[in-house]
């Protein structure tokens, strides 16, 4: 038996769909008073602008290995 997949056609980009999570838990953490919440949104939000440029390194053209 033959597991299918269900595919999802996204319109955003990956970048764009990772900075608008980041914007996004920004906001939601400028709405709460400090504390471990707040916290986690901050932590989510640089997460996902560090994948960002992890992913714009990855895919740069320059990309050379170690020397």
């Known amino acids: 038996m033959t597991i ?3 595919r999802v ?6 970048e764009a769909r990772l900075l608008q999570h980041a914007q996004a838990a920004r906001e939601a953490a ?3 008073p400090p504390g471990k919440k707040r916290e986690l949104l901050l932590r989510q939000a640089r997460a996902s602008e560090m994948a960002v440029q992890i992913d714009r390194w ?10």
């Open 30 to 32: 400028q709405r709460l």
């Open 4 to 6: 299918r997949r269900h």
């Open 9 to 14: 056609k996204h319109e955003a980009s990956f």
């Open 58 to 67: 990855i895919t740069s053209p320059g990309l050379r290995p170690p020397e």
